[in-house]
Nanobody, 126 residues
Framework: QVQLVESGGGLVQAGGSLRLSCAAS????????MGWFRQAPGKEREFVAA????????YYADSVKGRFTISRDNAKNTVYLQMNSLQPEDTAVYYC???????????????????WGQGTQVTVSS
């Protein structure tokens, strides 16, 4: 079992930045892929970014590439999502998720992830 708790969401003006955190607990090992997803009102959940267990590879959705950065600190069992140049279309509930079955492959399909956090709201005003 992995418990995930997101934090760091809030209200920001367009062009601003936020850093989301996702604290993991429940497993002694951090050898699993972590991902960030988001869901805007009336829209389906969409992939944002993923990071390999060792931080050696990352994967981004085209919509956030160059603006968002995913990272992890395994000593703290925490994954981060640094979001820069935020736009109103980035407004959504952001979720972190853990894929404990794959070490080397990064997935963008949320159905491949085993554990989810409760989400944190990000609102970008124009």
């Amino acid at each position: 079992q992995v418990q995930l708790v997101e934090s760091g969401g809030g209200l920001v003006q367009a062009g601003g930045s936020l850093r989301l955190s996702c604290a993991a607990s429940g497993r002694t090992s951090s050898r699993y892929t972590m991902g960030w997803f988001r869901q805007a009102p009336g829209k389906e959940r969409e992939f944002v970014a993923a990071i390999r267990w060792d931080g050696g590879r990352t994967y981004y959705a085209d919509s956030v590439k160059g603006r968002f950065t995913i990272s992890r600190d395994n000593a703290k069992n925490t994954v981060y999502l640094q979001m820069n140049s935020l736009q109103p279309e980035d407004t959504a509930v952001y979720y972190c998720a853990a894929d404990v079955q794959r070490l080397w492959v990064l997935r963008r399909d949320g159905n491949e992830y085993d554990y989810w956090g409760q989400g944190t709201q990000v609102t970008v005003s124009s």
